[in-house]
């Protein structure tokens, strides 16, 4: 019985070998219906299909793969020319389902020929789960392959337009055409971060209708810039923003300013507002809001008298905590003793006594010194932050 079971192997080897024979003497028959057929397809799906080069070698590379499955079963990988025309349509902005529409048209072309060559339906039946395997194979490399390239190709250009950036930046470029950017007119400058910030700023492009600049110097941060019409600000673009806006979103905006100076000074005052973003109380700042914290934020000698001068007698006394809440209260209702009490759920006299504390720990009146105390506390220099 052995032997029987070993002449049956061998007469399914030589049948399939003969089986791929036939489909090689076919083969430019074979390879042209193929390449017709995904000619024809792409004409019907599309006024203007997308360039088929390199599609012919592919067919035949492919063709011989399968071709070579039929004879002797599964294989280990695609052959390079599929995988290569792979990276190269997705550099060139092919779609994954184009190629996907591409080998399964050729496939079932070509199991259209294995019937027309075949006179045996089991051998048929055989030789199709070898086909199926290696198809599935080459499906699941070049989707690999496309993604990979796909992702690289986008790092690419972003790397290229943040270089461009940083040159117009630092003064290395007068101009760059190829940001497709008018740097002559006028300009919103915004730094942002977040884990979705190119999306959310890209709703807000959409509903302003501006040219759009936008770059990702790191992972969820972006640098942005927008043509604006003059009568535009940054608090009416401010309000078109999503509320509330995605968690650990944080958006910082320039003044509107002309021409490529302006390009960059906007990005200036952006960048020095979203310093003070970690030590405010909103996801949102304005440079035109917070300019001279801005400055104070950028002077480390500043920083260093303020909080000698103005927040170590405070909080280095039993009551220092409570003496800058009450301060900050007072501020923040516009010196209204009567409302600071009623924000800070005490009474009146004890919002006064306070105070009262405050200037002594100070010697001095508080009129004189509120301006920098209050600098101080929106800096939370009183914080270890």
Not at 44 to 58: H, T
Not at 307 to 317: D, H, I, R
Not at 337 to 348: E, H
């Amino acid at each position: 019985m052995g032997g029987v079971a070993s002449r049956s192997r061998g007469s399914v080897r030589e049948n399939r070998r003969a089986l791929a024979e036939r489909l090689r003497e076919n083969s430019a028959e074979l390879e042209e219906a193929i390449f017709d057929q995904i000619c024809a397809a792409e004409s019907a799906a599309s006024q203007s299909p997308p360039p088929m080069r390199g599609i012919r070698s592919v067919v035949r590379s492919a063709l011989e793969h399968g071709i070579d499955s039929v004879e002797i079963g599964q294989q280990d990988y695609p052959p390079s020319a599929v995988i290569d025309h792979a990276r190269k349509a997705a550099w060139r902005s092919v779609p994954l389902q184009t190629l996907y529409d591409h080998y399964l048209t050729g496939y079932s072309v070509f199991k259209h020929f294995l019937l027309r060559e075949s006179d045996s339906v089991e051998l048929v039946q055989q030789v199709q789960g070898s086909l199926d395997v290696a198809f599935q194979q080459l499906t699941r490399a070049v989707a690999e392959e496309h993604k990979q390239a796909h992702q690289k190709r986008i790092r690419s250009s972003d790397i290229r337009r943040l270089e461009r950036v940083e040159e117009l930046l630092s003064g290395k470029l007068l101009e760059a055409p190829d940001l497709q950017y008018p740097l002559s007119g006028t300009h919103v400058g915004i730094v942002a971060s977040g884990p979705e910030i190119s999306a959310t700023i890209r709703r807000l492009f959409q509903l302003l209708g501006s040219t759009l600049l936008l770059v990702n110097p790191g992972p969820n941060k972006a640098w942005v810039w927008m043509t604006v019409k003059r009568e535009l600000t940054p608090a009416t673009i401010g309000k078109l923003l999503p509320s509330p806006l995605p968690s650990a979103t944080y958006i910082s905006f320039g003044q509107p300013a002309e021409g490529l100076q302006g390009w960059r000074r906007t990005h200036e005052q952006a960048l020095a507002a979203s310093s003070l973003i970690p030590r405010m109380s909103g996801p949102v700042v304005h440079y035109g809001d917070v300019a001279v914290l801005a400055s104070m934020a950028q002077d480390p000698l500043l920083q260093y008298s303020l909080k000698a001068s103005y927040l170590a007698p405070l909080t280095n006394s039993r009551s220092g905590h409570t003496l800058c809440t009450t301060v900050r209260a007072y501020l923040q209702t516009e010196r209204n003793t009567t409302s600071a009490a009623a924000a800070l759920g005490v009474s009146r006299q004890t919002v006064s006594n306070h105070l009262k504390m405050v200037e002594e720990l100070l010697d001095r009146p508080l009129p004189q010194c509120l301006r920098a105390l209050d600098a101080a506390l929106q800096l939370r220099l009183d914080q270890d932050s």
